[in-house]
């Protein structure tokens, strides 16, 4: 099993180095947003007081709009670790239909490779791309602020071993469930149009029921109530309490990491029905 | 009890969505170590049957045996002892020769570092040595059909399945690709399973042969036994017009034993072909009717898939197997491209 394992795992690294568009428009992406987007929406709620309201104020309402987070900027970068977490594994199950297309999925189907050494050295690999560019992120967010004329990412919590292993958890998390839900649907459709219209129909409202990119102040109440569910929002809040502190949040980031399990549990579980009946070793 | 390196169908049937009957109770045995050829027109059930026998389908009923073990019991093992040559191609053309040697032998279970050496082996016997770390989507096509078989090498089953291998590939690329067959055939023993639509193939190339028609066996044996099941030389007679009819001037020849009319073409069948021709010309002049054309053909496999089935072996509705590599080569390119 691990030898198989092994042996598609290095498939798909050596599939993604010897694919740099790939690599590019993947960063691409969230570059743009980071130096476009989150540049220009930086929007700040304290600009609208009235002149002489003491700047405590001022900070307690930028505080309570964006969850601790010091500036628009700041909490969207976070933010944006939840979406990219999301867009990256938006190919991993277009790969699984282009294989069967040209004939090389049947040809490991053809292997007594088991099931779970087929799934799981796409899910590692699948989950890898997102785990290294929510780091790329990050980083980036981080260098802007040093960046004369541009807005960037502050820190204003210290952040502890413990902090950062949540961070690096629960991307793992979202990620791994993102390209579990994904993998699955590559494997259950042989189309890629159907494919791209079933992700289509997820990734929107999975992203914008999220607080990944709305200032939390600026949600309606309701959104806010179905935004805690979800499973960017769960990611991203444990990513801002342990970059911007915890004090405005009703849950400590280990609560929220618990919902994550939970998500990744019952997506890994359905998914493990589905695709061994799927890939049956007798069609 | 089957011995190892046999294969048993017995039976077989397969049933697609309850209402498309592929296969209507296939039976036969190849003993190891044979060359077994398995002819059929498309749609005929040929691919499906080699799916049931190499775990790749489940039979609706019927039993498969492969090197002694029930496919439907114990699939896994019987992918570990057999080899699968698909029409297709199916090595990634994103990696090299070597890197899908070693992986495919990975999913074999095999260790990385014996991996390495069959990978070597393999690309030395296949003479891909030079090419071997280019990418798979560089190769000619005869370089890819014979990454192909290595590729379906890699575990050194007992048995080799091919399924159309030499489809798309030019006359010098066929001959290289069968050379490579009978080599290791003699050296290892193996027993081959091939579907083919180059007959020549597989007259020159299996001990015998079943011709397979609407999902069952219409004939098997020797090819030369095959051939004599059509009987004496077979004289096609093209007339320069349809009427009248000179079926029964040409039945009155001596030595005719059968005739089949298609339009303007009298397919005739009869003991000698030389001594036919001259009193058939001379027949069909005298009956006021031109003839066209007069071919002679000793009996060849196509005569015996004419009888048969029916049909011409290229005579197929829709597009033939080649057409549809063509097609799919041709999206890959594509998709390669754009990517």
Redesign the interface.
Known sequence: ?L??F???T??EF??LA??P??IFTSLFLPLVYLLLFGQGFNINPAQYLPPGTPASVGLAIVHSYFRGAPNYYSYFSAGMVGFVALTATLFIGANVI?DK????F????????PTA?VFGSRLVAGAAQPLALAFFVLGLAVLFKHIPGLNGLDVTASVTALGAGEVVLAILLLALMFATLFLTIGILLDVPQTYFAAVNLLNLPVLLTSDALYPWGSMPAWMQNVSQYNPVSLAVNVIRETLFGSSLYPYSAGVYLLGLFAWSAVLIGIALVLVRRALR??? | MPEGGSIVAKELVKVYGGKVRAVEGVSFEVPPGEIFGFLGPNGAGKTTTVSML?????PTSGQAIVDGIE??RD???V??RIG?I?Q????????SGR?NL???????????SE?RLRAKELIDQMQLADAADR?AKTYSGGMRRRLELA?GLVHRPRILFLDEPTLGLDPQGRAGFWSFIQKLRQENGMTVFVTTHYLDEADGMCERIAIIDHGKIVILGTPTELKDKVGGDVVTIKTSSETPDVTNVLKAIPGVSSIQRKETAYRVKCANGETFVPLAVGSVTKAGVGVAGVTVKRPSLDEVFLEFTGREFREEEGPTATDRAVM?GR??DN?ARR?
Not at chain 1, 106 to 113: E, I, L, M, V, Y
Not at chain 2, 102 to 112: P, T
């Open positions: 099993m030898r198989e092994a042996a598609l290095r498939r050596l599939k010897r694919n568009q790939a282009f297309l040209f004939g090389i049947k040809r490991t189907r053809g292997t007594p490779a050494a070793p007798l069609e | 190499s775990a790749g389908l489940r496919v439907g699939p896994e093992a992918k570990r699968v698909f297709e191609a199916t090595a990634d053309g994103d990696l890197e070693e992986i495919a032998a990975g999913c074999y279970g095999i260790s990385r991996s990418l590729v799919m999206v890959r998709f990517r």
